[in-house]
């Protein structure tokens, strides 16, 4: 016995790719929800990281945890008023966003349109969401990345404000600094804000949660 064992100490059960998953659990995901955000506990919590910290507020809304990781990308599967949403967070950082966000709509067969991209907005105000679909990528790269990735920049996005950096300091140092720093005004309400707009979004449809959410947050 301890020599057959020592025959099969190296054997490695393959793991599952996701091409093993059956097409039509592929085709039944409706939606494709993505926050943008860089891993790693130095960008945790930080206003980079805005569209990671809003999935998480839809994850523990709907009892979803992130425990697939498919095309470098943080995975979690809900339903939401009947239909499948898939939620993921790109591990790919935040500049190549659209490499993960590309291929799980591929892989999937969800088309642009049934895309929604969370992130963080520095020409909107803090407190400030709006919501669109299409449109230019307004200097954001991670945005960049996901119409060039895709080919279109027809898909809807859900833009947080986090302001300008004051005079004197960086872009990188403002984005890079945590959420709920004292007097930023970046609060818990306007993150749960966004979630609700996500979801309004699916349930209530593009129109009507645009009428709904694109109006300064709740002090």
Request: net charge positive; proline share 6%; glycine share 12%.
């Amino acid at each position: 016995m301890g020599r057959i064992a020592s025959l099969f100490s190296g054997f490695r059960r393959p793991r599952k790719s996701p091409a093993d998953e059956p097409a039509e659990a592929r085709a039944a995901v409706a939606w494709v929800v993505a926050g943008l955000g860089n891993p790693g506990k130095e960008y945790a919590g930080s206003r980079h990281n805005t569209g990671y910290l809003v999935l998480d507020r839809i994850a523990r809304a709907q009892h979803v945890q992130f425990g697939r990781r498919r095309f470098q990308g943080a995975t979690g599967e809900a339903e939401i008023s009947g239909q499948r949403v898939l939620l993921v967070k790109p591990e790919t950082y935040y500049n190549r966003s659209g490499d993960c966000i590309s291929a799980l709509l591929g892989y999937f067969k969800v088309p642009p349109g049934r895309l929604i991209v969370v992130h963080d907005e520095l020409d909107l105000q803090p407190g400030h969401i709006r919501i669109k679909s299409g449109g230019g990528d307004a200097g954001n790269n991670g945005v960049r990345s996901v119409v060039q990735s895709l080919g279109t920049p027809d898909f809807i996005r859900v833009r947080v404000g986090i302001g300008k950096h004051p005079p004197g300091d960086a872009d990188h140092r403002h984005i890079l600094e945590p959420v709920r720093r004292a007097g930023s005004g970046d609060s818990d309400s306007v993150l749960e804000r966004a979630a609700q707009a996500v979801e309004a979004i699916v349930t209530q449809g593009l129109a009507r949660a645009m009428g709904q959410y694109n109006q300064r947050a709740e002090p």
